[in-house]
């Protein structure tokens, strides 16, 4: 057996990640249209679910950290560099599945009112990545899994309002308005309103381009502690 294929069969084998992964995400497109943003409030605030379910399947990482796994392992002949790829694709398909699942069922559900599905669908891809690198990298800096995952909330939260997922960035003060371009969700919402305003996938070049700079950033940041 892979890497690859047991990261999916661990994660899975508990119940409490199904849900997690599947239900929560589901849950979340029956919510009416919101107000600010002309779209279910499901997929405004679903960049936030997303970095969610990220941390919890990056945590994986630390706890194999924590109960030295790869020296377990390190007979066979497995590298950190192997190791980590592979949890990492196995997370990045996980994650590029719950947008599928969520977008095919948020079209089934509200119709017209999700504007360009498909556009949506590549955003909340490539955000994925995005929270994937962030989660790999704010784990690394922590030694106790349940402090990084209990202060992790409140940065997700901190983040969500200063990147303009919960309100407009508009009606900040500019300093704020200035930091707010420093954060991945800033690039989210700015991905979501030019497809509310119809544009096109060329459009969106800048908003893609600076998450998936952010997910290289964050990978780099994060990869560099070994798991040994």
């Given at each position: 057996?892979?890497?690859f ?11 409490s ?67 980590l ?6 997370y ?54 349940e ?24 009606i ?48 780099l ?8």
């Open positions: 057996m892979t890497i294929t047991f990261v999916f069969k661990r994660f899975f084998r508990k119940p990640n199904v849900v997690f992964l599947l239900i929560l995400p589901i849950a979340s497109v029956f919510l009416p249209v919101g107000e600010w943003l002309p779209i279910p409030l499901g997929f405004q605030y679903y960049g936030l679910l997303l970095l969610f379910i990220a941390a919890r399947l990056a945590s994986v990482i630390m706890e194999d950290r924590m109960n030295k796994t790869l020296l377990r392992i390190g007979v066979a002949p497995v590298t950190h560099f192997q190791y790829w592979q949890n990492l694709l196995a990045s398909i996980i994650l590029i599945a719950v947008n599928l699942v969520v977008v095919i069922v948020g079209v089934a559900v509200h119709g017209g009112k999700l504007i360009s599905p498909v556009l949506l669908f590549i955003i909340y891809s490539f955000f994925s990545m995005t929270a994937i690198g962030l989660s790999l990298a704010w784990y690394s800096l922590f030694r106790n899994k402090a990084a995952t209990s202060v992790f909330g409140g940065v997700v939260m901190l983040i969500g309002m200063l990147g303009g997922v919960m309100w407009p960035v508009e900040m003060p500019e300093l704020l308005q200035r930091i707010a371009m420093l954060l991945p969700t800033y690039w989210l919402t700015e991905g979501i309103i030019l497809v509310i305003s119809g544009a096109s996938i060329i459009d969106l070049g800048l908003p893609l381009a600076m998450m998936m700079m952010f997910s290289i950033a964050f990978l940041l994060g990869s560099r502690r070994k798991l040994a």
